[in-house]
């Protein structure tokens, strides 16, 4: 887990230690659901990959983010290591870090899926 997502996480647990215990079962229900929502995402995500033509598939495959997008993430990294992030930086980092791991998850699957189209070797491992 990333520090911003840790930071997050630790915040919201707090949260929820202050709610009175009537309300845990709405939370549960709601922490339920956004799993259930991840996973139909994800299945989506694979689909969308798998319609996509050989050529798209290896431009997603090699898909960076944008320059300017790096550095914002790569400073707001190094100030979130000396401590110095404000609130609305953390927030921003937090945004960047679900883009970059998207992105991440994106590249895999179309690596797969070049794979099995024999588009790609798999990887030696």
């Given at each position: 887990?990333?520090?911003?997502?840790?930071i997050?996480?630790n915040?919201?647990?707090?949260?929820?230690?202050?709610?009175?215990q009537?309300?845990?079962?709405?939370?549960?229900?709601?922490?339920?659901?956004l799993?259930?929502?991840r996973?139909?995402?994800?299945?989506?995500?694979?689909?969308?990959?798998?319609?996509?033509?050989?050529e798209?598939?290896?431009?997603?495959?090699?898909?960076?983010?944008?320059?300017?997008?790096?550095?914002?993430?790569?400073?707001?990294?190094d100030?979130?290591?000396?401590?110095?992030?404000?609130?609305?930086?953390?927030?921003?980092?937090?945004?960047?870090?679900?883009?970059?791991?998207?992105?991440?998850?994106?590249?895999?699957?179309?690596?797969?899926?070049?794979?099995?189209?024999?588009?790609?070797?798999?990887?030696?491992?």
């Amino acid at each position: 887990m990333a520090d911003a997502d840790r930071i997050g996480a630790n915040a919201l647990l707090q949260q929820l230690a202050e709610l009175p215990q009537d309300d845990w079962p709405l939370v549960l229900d709601f922490v339920a659901q956004l799993k259930q929502r991840r996973e139909a995402l994800r299945a989506q995500a694979r689909e969308t990959v798998a319609a996509l033509s050989d050529e798209e598939l290896l431009a997603l495959m090699n898909k960076r983010m944008e320059l300017a997008q790096d550095r914002r993430f790569s400073l707001l990294l190094d100030r979130q290591q000396a401590g110095t992030l404000t609130e609305a930086e953390r927030d921003e980092l937090a945004a960047l870090m679900r883009a970059y791991q998207e992105g991440l998850l994106r590249q895999a699957q179309a690596m797969r899926e070049a794979v099995q189209r024999g588009l790609r070797e798999p990887l030696a491992g």
